[in-house]
């Protein structure tokens, strides 16, 4: 099956540039190009497209905007948010907003490749960096909550990462970083039976049903560290 892509992006050069590298995919087919978030809305109807890669900051309506509007009304386009901007306020607001995954504008064409075949089959994607960066901030906090330091205020992701134990935040972590049941397994040395357990464990307490929102709230728990 080829994957309908649509790139949108305010800079010519970087639709054109990721129309070239896509179209050289055998399974892959860019079927249109937006300079803004308001023509991406108006082109997804025609289109159909099954991921779209939206820039953040664009004239008119921003790539924040749109990926909610669009995630609202066209639900079966998975949308990869791709910016020059790793900070996780927008990682946040991109996840809140539907996305299923955040790259940056940097990364080398073979990883775009792949990011785009796993965002159509619905798989989160992150790139490392801020996967390391996330994976040490929940560290940091739950370190700090052994200490008995921890903030007496809670946020709401706190309070749900409080109800998970030291195994479940781990794989949350894990999950956070793109990785799959079949990498959390060889990673933690564990059956993927018994991952997929723990990951249904983590959907009971927190009462979320999509992996990329899981990612959303270790995100948030992050933050308030």
Known sequence: MTIRILIVDDQRLMREGLQTILNMESDMQVVGLAEDGEMALEMVPELKPDVILMDIRMPRMDGVEATRQIHRQYPHCHVL????????????????????????????????????????????????????????????QNQSKDAGDHKNNLSGADSLMDDLTDREKEILTLIASGKNNREIAGILFISEGTVKNYVSSIYDKTGISERSKLIMLALDAARHD
């Not at 948010?81 to 299923?100: H, K």
């Not at 080398?108 to 619905?122: F, I, M, Q």
């Open 81 to 140: 948010i791709l910016t020059t901007f790793d900070d996780d306020e927008y990682i946040v607001d991109a996840l809140r907003n539907g996305a299923v995954g955040y790259l940056l504008k940097d990364l080398p064409s073979e990883k775009l490749v792949a990011a785009v075949r796993d965002a159509a089959a619905g798989h989160p994607m992150m790139p490392s960096e801020i996967a390391g960066r996330l994976a040490a901030k929940i560290a940091e």
